[in-house]
């Protein structure tokens, strides 16, 4: 038996679904064509279609090929919830709107998502430095300069590293008993320094003394 040969329209057909990735503006081909070529067509392929055919409404014959896509993309499930929800609102809506609105609804879901890991993130980390070790930038005075009060030095208490210990050395130093004893100490200092500075003989007085007594010591020769 001989094959029937294909038909005219029939090579035509192929033709288009064997280059479908190139279809774009199909405002001219008639309905019962496109059923035939359109549902060989990708997510992309179909939606570059109907965005470039501006002056007709191709919704009559993708509406439901954009409600398997959705069925794809989404699952059964999610399919079934949006039939029975416009069931029972009495409202219809086209596939490609609620696939556009459902992928819009996903992303920015996720972009929701991403937004709080990254928050919490940084959180993390900024709690991380917060509780590191930083190094000190401040130059410790220098051991060599001291400033003495009332006879204690002033630089053992910048070196200390309690704020306390600090504030009670600063009173300790600043109180008045302390700057009695140093008055004290200043008064038996100088003291000493008077009497040292008495008991020592005068060098101007020794020669003196020692010039009167080699005169005394030498007799007087008269002339005649």
Known sequence: MIPKAPSLVDLCVQMAIDNVRYLGNVGETECHLLDRILPHCTLEQLMHIEDSTQDRDLSSITDKLWKRFYT??????????????????????????????????????????????????????????????????KVPPSSRKRSFSGGVAASNIYNTKSGLMKKAKLDFVNSREVKNIAAMNNKVVHRNYSVSSMKKPSVSTGLAASSSSKLAAKPIQRRF
Do not use: H
Not at 85 to 107: G, H, I, P, S, Y
């Open 72 to 137: 794809r993309q989404f699952g059964v499930d999610s399919t079934n919830i949006v039939v029975e929800r416009m069931r029972n609102r009495q409202v219809t809506f086209k596939w490609k709107q609620l696939f556009d609105a459902k992928t819009k609804e996903r992303e920015e879901a996720t972009q929701k998502s991403l937004d709080r890991i990254k928050q919490r993130y940084q959180e993390e980390n900024a709690r991380k430095q917060s509780r590191q070790v930083r190094p000190c930038t």
